[in-house]
């Protein structure tokens, strides 16, 4: 049984960073992609930003492109999400995802999902 476990999320200030982290279980965590999705009411799921297991190669959503940093121990079959300058629009559930494709953008070619970790950006 495969298994994603988020964990991290929190209550934070605007301007502040956060680092959040996804551990999986039940698959061979280097043949898979892995990927960061967040949601809020009333909107579909935003892809965020992906890690491909083959070459590493990194893709970022525009929103958070120069303020989020992905990271991946396979030692440790851990994803790690750095946010940094948070804003009150960062405020969601963040999803952590496995792909079996080496370059993965959209839900649909996610397999494997966590329950999620909320983050709230606040004053």
């Known amino acids: 049984q495969v298994q994603l476990v988020e964990s991290g999320g929190r209550l934070v200030q605007p301007g502040s960073s956060l680092s959040i982290s996804c551990t999986a279980s039940g698959l061979r965590f280097n043949l898979y992609t892995m990927g960061w999705f967040r949601q809020v009411p009333g909107k579909d799921r935003e892809f965020l930003v992906t890690k491909s297991y083959r070459d590493g190669r990194e893709n970022y959503a525009e929103s958070v492109r120069g303020r989020f940093t992905i990271s991946r121990d396979n030692s440790k079959n851990t994803v790690y999400l750095q946010m940094n300058n948070l804003q009150p629009e960062d405020t969601g559930i963040y999803s952590c995802?496995?792909?079996?494709?080496?370059?993965?953008?959209?839900?649909?070619?996610?397999?494997?999902w966590g329950q999620g970790t909320q983050v709230t950006v606040s004053s």
């Open positions: 995802a496995a792909s079996g494709r080496s370059r993965a953008m959209s839900s649909y070619e996610y397999e494997h």
